[in-house]
């Protein structure tokens, strides 16, 4: 370990959404100096304090992670990088279990290398496929999409790491998440983050089918603290949590939330061919609200409320759609034409 009399952690996906929350969390508790990996391929380097160590690299660079667990010794990895975006996954099969399996899995190899104490994975929903809502921790996992295969595969690997190694874990699943730092640029992703975008730029919010799909829609403030301090947390360890808000929307219900909290009640929609999605998804909590004696959620209108004050003065970047698209077969027509502007 270098000359620190702090412990180090190590936050992967640190740049983007949920690694930067978390990384503000640890930063501000003050137990640990930060490490924060990041590739920038959907995160922002601004975006972090100064105060995290910041690297820029990908949890594939197999060498610079040895270098780094040697370095700094690691007592929590906080796994956060994923390309997490659960629709395209179909059509970025070999990307997404690169990225998404075997990055997780030289993250843990380091982990169990070094004797690390613990290790936060965040896992998603996904891993449920259409099982019937709500769904509980013990329902059994029947992911349905690559994303979701992926993630599973991470859980299992990190059961048999601990039974194996002694690595301890504590694995989320969190759904929907949306607030502060978003990236409204990704065209595939985050759905409130993609209607905010489209009023800013007075372009009708798209609607997949029509729009009576429902899901719940967490607010980032309701989640990251807890992923942030869960090793710390008694009964924490060893354990798979649901994390995230209780109460379902449909995404029409959402868009007319979004276009309020943006102050254009009446901007317009427009409804795209259904594609081929779990219909309904969302879960229970009552475990995390136990173990982590979480207090009320945030209202779906008060935390779209906090992001479009941030969202109406963030810059906008320019589009960026994802260029290596591996199978096009059935691939939804908006997304193809993201394609065609990405050549």
Known sequence: MTRNSKPYALVTGAAGFLGVHVTRHLLAEGRFSVVALDDLSGGFRENLPETAQFVQASINDVELLEDLFRKYKFKYIYHLAAYAAEGLSHFIRRFNYTN????????????????????????SIAVYGSEEPPMTEGTFPKPEDPYGIAKFAVEMDLRAAHEMFGLNYVIFRPHNVYGEYQNLSDPYRNVIGIFMKQIRQNQPMTIFGDGEQQRAFSYIGDVAPAIARSPCVDGARNEI????????????????????????????????????????????????????????????????????????????????????????KNMPVSWLKHQAQAQ
């Open 100 to 123: 998404n399996l075997i990055g997780s899995v030289n993250l843990i190899n380091e982990a169990v290398k070094v004797s690390a104490e613990c290790f936060v994975f965040t896992s």
């Open 241 to 328: 949590f649901n994390i995230g808000a209780d109460k379902p929307y449909t995404v029409n219900a959402l868009a007319q939330a979004v276009a309020d909290a943006m102050d254009k009640p009446n901007h317009p929609r427009q409804h795209l061919p259904a594609r081929n999605e779990v219909l309904h998804a969302y879960s229970d909590h009552s475990k995390a609200r136990r173990v982590f004696h979480l207090e009320d959620e945030t209202t779906l209108a008060s935390g779209l409320a906090r992001m479009a004050a941030w969202a109406s003065h963030v810059d906008i970047r320019p589009l960026e759609p994802f260029s290596q698209i591996e199978v096009e």
